[in-house]
């Protein structure tokens, strides 16, 4: 049997005491998440979730740390799924933009309100990311690294991203 593991990022940005969140559809059903996504192609993990927090959000952000790294499997369906998780600061809002398929909105959140829809998380990771943030695990962002393997192995060049 073969192990797959969906790369995922997610962000979290917090105003005032709320987080921005979206709702959004998944398997039919409307759940609350951090704008969050899959990583694509030729992109490093910061820039999946700036891109992926703008496009369900019209919210421009800025990485400041690494919040951690979340392994989760879903147990309906088995799938795996890797999440880094972004602590990010607004930078400004596009209001013009239109939110991504599949996002109903948009919204700030309290902590209180996101469990208060406990049963509408789209996954655990939700809330153990919010809880991480507020008890302040924070990793520099240059834990994160890239190989490029584009020169022969033993010439491998490492940056941070």
Known sequence: ???????????????????????????????????????????????????????????????????????????????????ITFAAQSVAHESWRSLDEGICSALWMSREEILGHRPRLRSPMVLRCVDDYLHGQRYPLEMLRYVDYAHHASHAKVTAI
């Open 1 to 83: 049997m073969t192990f797959r593991t969906d790369i995922t990022v997610a962000s979290i940005v917090e105003q005032d005491g709320r987080f921005l969140m979206v709702e959004e559809i998944a398997s039919g059903v409307k759940v609350f998440n951090q704008p969050a996504g899959h990583l694509e192609h030729g992109e490093t993990l910061q820039q999946a979730a700036v891109r992926e927090t703008l496009e369900e959000t019209a919210w421009k952000i800025e990485a400041t740390s690494v919040v951690g790294v979340y392994l989760w499997q879903n147990p309906v369906n088995g799938r795996s799924f890797l999440r």
